[in-house]
Nanobody, 129 residues
Framework: QLRLVESGGGLVQPGESLRLSCAAPGSTLDYRVVGWFRQAPGKEREGVAC????????NYADSVKGRFTITRDNAKNTVYLQMNNLKPEDTGDYYC??????????????????????WGPGTQVAVSS
């Protein structure tokens, strides 16, 4: 059974960086699309970035393009979200998600929450001066 755990959140000032990690202890992220979502206080959850099974294809929300980078290291069984030039509007709870079924081809719908059935508990990111 796939289980996901996020880490790396924290409180930073505008313009600073954070790197979030998504791990799958006791299981594997191999052969799965992985997405990062976030939810700001009082707002709906939104897709931020996703990465294909091979790692060759990535998608980003317009609000983070050029600032966030999603990568995967299959050897370490981890997917990362590098967040640079953070802004106060990036504040929120960040979640990684993946489909339970390996090889599920959801890359074209990777910002659709219902395509994922395994979610981590989330990690908080706060950007404030």
């Amino acid at each position: 059974q796939l289980r996901l755990v996020e880490s790396g959140g924290g409180l930073v000032q505008p313009g600073e960086s954070l790197r979030l990690s998504c791990a799958a202890p006791g299981s594997t992220l191999d052969y799965r699309v992985v997405g990062w979502f976030r939810q700001a206080p009082g707002k709906e959850r939104e897709g931020v970035a996703c990465i294909s099974i091979s790692g060759d294809s990535t998608n980003y929300a317009d609000s983070v393009k050029g600032r966030f980078t999603i990568t995967r290291d299959n050897a370490k069984n981890t997917v990362y979200l590098q967040m640079n030039n953070l802004k106060p509007e990036d504040t929120g709870d960040y979640y990684c998600a993946a489909p339970q079924t390996r090889f599920a081809n959801i890359q074209s719908m990777c910002f659709t929450s219902r395509e994922y059935d395994v979610w981590g508990p989330g990690t908080q990111v706060a950007v404030s001066s």
